[in-house]
């Protein structure tokens, strides 16, 4: 688990990136963090591993200061999956791959060979181990950066718009096999990402920002789209509603949620108006789990 306690970070420049933010981040379990650009989405994620420092507050990781751990060590220790891959262009995949945990201490043939299994693990065929990441296509590169994220077995993965530069297709296919993934895997995810649909589609727990690291609103989808805490909320989940797979619609017996063919996808059990608070968090993030999640739900991959 992590959490946030009353997290601020200025920059040395004066800019308040976050603001008095707190939040609990259950185990297993995908956190999305969604809002516009610079609404310092980033600047949180980059607090686990210490790329960057609160100002004040406090980043606790399964129960210890992160403030105490060295940077080093915990950036080796948490998978970090950015946009636009990060991959190294003068390495082969495998070698991207492996980049971390030879790091480590780990053994050449080893790494290599877990390299290659988790090439099986993200959907890349082996015979692409031995390109270099400007022959393969965005899609391809992104799961390259998904399996290096996973090279050292981190129980937690910090993923920064990790689809964001590929096309809706690739991106449907890659938010599939994330989900898939998690299944098997179990991970503890921060998302990061501004495009509120894959936050719905990904998220056990939303956490839905306002410039300077403000948290609008969080809760499962289902209690974000159910109950918007305000219109700021509702002007932003609503933006694209026609294209939105998952929506609530109220039925004399309750509400429900449906997809975009009018499907019914689940059923809202007593969503509560809004969930602010992070301990609430950790426990409606459990309670999404049991709602199939929109367009997965639609190609047979409901959640469990
Ligand atoms: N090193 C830095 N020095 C000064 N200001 C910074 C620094 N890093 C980020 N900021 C500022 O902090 C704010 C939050 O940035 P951050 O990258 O966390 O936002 P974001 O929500 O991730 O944005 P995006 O979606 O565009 O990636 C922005 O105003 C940004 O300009």
């Not at 990136?17 to 995908?30: E, N, Q």
């Not at 994620?45 to 403030?67: C, F, H, K, W, Y």
């Not at 690739?170 to 895997?185: A, H, M, P, W, Y």
């Not at 805490?229 to 509603?241: K, L, T």
Request: charged share 25%.
């Amino acid at each position: 688990m992590i959490e946030f306690r009353s997290v601020t970070k200025r920059f040395p420049d004066g800019t308040l990136a976050v603001d008095d933010f707190s939040l609990v981040v259950p185990s297993r379990r995908i956190t999305v963090l969604v809002g516009s650009s610079g609404s310092g989405k980033t600047t949180i994620l980059r607090m686990v591993n210490r790329m960057v420092d609160p100002t004040s507050g406090v980043v606790e990781i399964d129960g210890e200061d992160a403030q105490r751990l060295k940077p080093v060590a915990l950036r080796r220790s948490i998978g970090y999956v950015m946009q636009n891959s990060g991959l190294l262009p003068h390495r082969k995949v495998v070698d991207n791959i492996a980049t971390v945990p030879l790091l480590n201490g780990v053994k050449k043939k080893e790494a290599r060979a877990r390299a290659l299994e988790l090439m099986d693990t993200v959907g890349l065929d082996r015979s692409m181990a031995d390109r270099y990441p400007s022959q393969l296509s965005g899609g391809q590169q992104q799961r390259v950066g998904v399996a290096r994220g996973l090279a050292v077995d981190p129980n937690i993965l910090l993923m920064d718009e990790p689809f964001g530069a590929v096309d809706p297709i690739v991106r449907d296919e890659l938010q599939n096999e994330l989900l898939r993934l998690q299944r098997d895997i179990g991970k503890t995810v921060l998302f990061v990402t501004h495009d509120i649909d894959e936050a719905f589609r990904l998220g056990d727990q939303v956490v839905i920002f306002r410039t300077g690291g403000i948290v609008a609103q969080q809760g499962t989808p289902a209690e974000i789209l159910a109950h918007p805490a305000d219109e700021f909320v509702a002007s932003f989940i609503g933006a694209d509603r026609g294209r939105r797979a998952l929506h609530v619609e109220s039925t004399p017996t309750g509400s429900v949620l449906v997809d975009a063919d009018g499907r019914a996808a689940g059923r809202l059990a007593d969503a509560p108006a809004s969930s602010t608070d992070g301990a609430a968090a950790g426990v409606s993030g459990a309670k999404a789990a049991t709602l199939p999640v929109a367009g997965a739900a639609a190609q047979g991959e409901g959640r469990t």
